[in-house]
């Protein structure tokens, strides 16, 4: 208890150097958060990007169908699985889709195309599909069109159609029959950009089912959770709720896994150059607390002088310097929490937007979690706690009278 005293009371009879020493930890532990939540918040936005437009929190297709897509692979959704997934408490939307591919004709050029088909008002619950049309109107907004569909930018320059315009469709049946049909462009998804998004059509689910001879049959069912975090655990809940054998229930890291992989290795990558961010923190750290316990040499050398046992300096500067970067962490989480959160709504503004799935997207966010600061937090007491070990072992062992000339 006496230490502990002796040690606020240095930290209050120094006020100056303690307040110096304590803004340069807490400078570098709110530069560490930032940091780290920007680092979070680009990794969190990318996959906001790929689930909130295209794949989802969870999926369900029959079994083998991410293998190996087939429109043969299809499944009837029974009225029992519909009930549990709306009964389900982590499941906020759900909606089905049909994949499939077909020829596409216009009136001068053809071209191939894959087929999407979505059920309109749910897929507006799961995905930002309606933020994808650029020209023309949204699937569910043409009730008195005959076969509306939506076509890639890419797609719709190689074929030269416009909207209002009739497109001729020629695939394959799931009975085994030739799908024909005449399909009307009511609306343009995507940019210029020659990606996956652009050269796709979307087509209301029950005329591809009609199309292609489904029936009432899809491929998949994409859930939308509270946060793709969960999607692990709520694959597993729902795979053991359905308990259908025929059914593969699979969160997105599987659905997308050559992007979950991609973005694994970069972000461990990036650790490496967190790892110099954390070198900066530790040496900045070091040097203030060297700085700190020089200064002191002559204050040592009267106690030692004095016949304080060197192991008691030896826990005063160790616990006074722990107790500074307690201090410091503490108020600085309040700024930066604010900062982090200001990021996280605001973000900074990217000079060239970037698309994905037909959305764009034109700024960086930070991730106000509870790991950006607590990850900081420890690292930046625990290197406090390591650097003023040696500046305490040479305190402690210091000739007093060597250490009171030094003054």
């Known amino acids: 208890m006496l230490i502990l005293k002796l040690a606020f009371r240095n930290l209050l009879r120094h006020k100056s150097r303690s307040l110096l020493c304590g803004l340069t930890i807490m400078g570098a532990f709110i530069l560490f958060s930032i940091s780290l939540g920007f680092s979070d918040g680009s990794y969190g936005s990318l996959i906001r990007m790929l689930t909130d437009t295209q794949s989802g929190h969870v999926q369900v297709h029959r079994q083998g169908y991410l293998e190996r897509p087939s429109l043969f692979r299809h499944f009837q959704l029974s009225q029992e699985i519909k009930q549990q997934l709306n009964d389900h408490p982590q499941v906020q939307a759900w909606t089905t889709r049909i994949f499939s591919s077909a020829l596409v004709f216009g009136e001068k050029k053809s071209s191939i195309a894959r087929l999407m088909a979505v059920d309109p008002d749910q897929e507006s619950q799961v995905t930002r599909i309606r933020e994808k049309v650029k020209a023309g109107k949204f699937l569910s907004d043409t009730t008195d069109v005959y076969n509306p569909i939506l076509i890639g930018s890419h797609l719709q320059k190689l074929i030269q159609v416009k909207v209002g315009e009739e497109v001729a469709f020629i695939g394959q049946g799931a009975d085994g029959s030739v799908a024909n049909d005449l399909f009307t462009v009511v609306g343009i998804v995507g940019k210029g950009s020659d990606d996956a998004e652009s050269r796709r059509v979307y087509l ?204």
């Open 204 to 407: 209301p689910l029950k005329n591809a089912q009609e199309f292609l001879s489904l029936g009432d049959r899809i491929h998949e069912v994409t859930i939308r959770l509270d946060h793709f975090n969960l999607a692990r655990k709520e694959a597993e809940s729902l795979r053991n709720i359905l308990n259908n054998e025929a059914l593969d229930v699979q969160p997105w890291q599987v659905v997308e896994e050559q992007f979950y992989k991609a973005m694994m290795a970069d972000q461990q990558g990036n650790w490496i150059s967190q790892g110099v961010i954390m070198l900066i923190v530790g040496l900045v750290i070091l040097i203030t607390v060297l700085m700190n316990a020089f200064e002191r040499r002559h204050e040592f050398g009267v106690l030692l002088a004095l016949g304080t046992p060197p192991g008691f300096i030896f826990r005063s500067i160790v616990l006074e310097m722990t107790l500074l970067s307690g201090l410091s962490v503490l108020v600085g989480s309040f700024f930066a929490y604010g900062l982090n959160w200001y990021y996280s709504v605001d973000g900074i503004k990217l000079e060239t937007p970037l698309e994905y799935g037909g959305v764009v997207f034109n700024q960086m966010l930070s991730e106000n979690s509870m790991s950006v600061l607590l990850i900081p937090a420890i690292f930046s007491i625990c290197v406090t706690f390591l650097v003023a070990l040696y500046p305490a072992i040479k305190s402690a062992r210091a000739v007093p009278i060597e250490a009171i000339r030094e003054n």
